[in-house]
């Protein structure tokens, strides 16, 4: 009877995590649209593993050359999910030099073919605006059928 019961989520967790769609497994508190949406995109939380995230939300008041703190009883909220639901593949999971997706062994070798001189152009503005280039991000859409490179 038991065993019935824990088959299907046991299959469920044993599903493998693809690149293309990064799936959520748990819908995201409205705190995170609200807060970590507002500068840049949402970023999936499985692109990046556990340590990264909570250094992230425990540095916010000094985030990337901003001010993005927020009060405690949000901070928990989102770091909780945050953990929840980060990697757990070792591809995403390893440590992200500087808590940036964009410094992960993964996303430089996916990222090879986009010229230095392609991050810069004035619509893209760098490798952390994900939605510019890949069209479907906002639904953790990255497959390379979704993917539009600006020409300036
Ligand atoms: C006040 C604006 C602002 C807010 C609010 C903000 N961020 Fe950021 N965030 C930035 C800036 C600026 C960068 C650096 C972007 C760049 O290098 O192009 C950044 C970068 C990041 C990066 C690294 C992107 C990369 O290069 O891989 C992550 C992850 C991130 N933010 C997560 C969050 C989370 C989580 C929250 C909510 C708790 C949040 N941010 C709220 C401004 C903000
Ligand atoms: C300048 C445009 C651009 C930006 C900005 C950009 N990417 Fe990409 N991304 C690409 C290109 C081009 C590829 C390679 C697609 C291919 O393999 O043909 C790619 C590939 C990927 C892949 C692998 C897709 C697959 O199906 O194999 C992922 C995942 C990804 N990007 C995530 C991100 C994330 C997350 C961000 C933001 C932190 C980002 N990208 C920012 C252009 C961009």
Redesign the pocket.
């Known amino acids: 009877m038991k065993t019935y019961f824990l088959l299907p989520l046991l299959i469920l967790l044993a599903m493998p995590v693809s690149a293309a769609k990064m799936s959520t497994p748990s819908k995201a508190p409205k705190s995170y649209e609200v ?2 949406a ?3 995109m949402a ?1 999936p939380p499985g692109l ?1 593993g556990q340590k990264n995230w909570q250094n ?2 425990a540095g ?1 008041d000094k ?6 703190s ?1 009060d405690a009883k949000t901070q928990t909220e ?1 770091t909780q999910w ?1 953990i929840k639901n980060a990697a757990t593949k070792e591809k995403y999971s390893s440590f992200a030099p500087e ?5 992960s062994a993964w996303f430089i070798r996916e990222h090879d073919e986009v010229r230095a001189d392609v991050w810069k152009r004035d619509a893209i ?5 994900c939605s510019v280039c890949h069209t479907d991000a906002a639904n953790g859409g990255f497959s390379e059928n979704n993917i539009r490179i600006p020409s300036k």
């Open positions: 807060e970590c507002s500068c840049h970023y990046l992230i939300l916010l985030h990337f050359g901003v001010d993005a927020i989102i945050l808590n940036r997706i964009t410094k503005k760098g490798p952390a605006n």
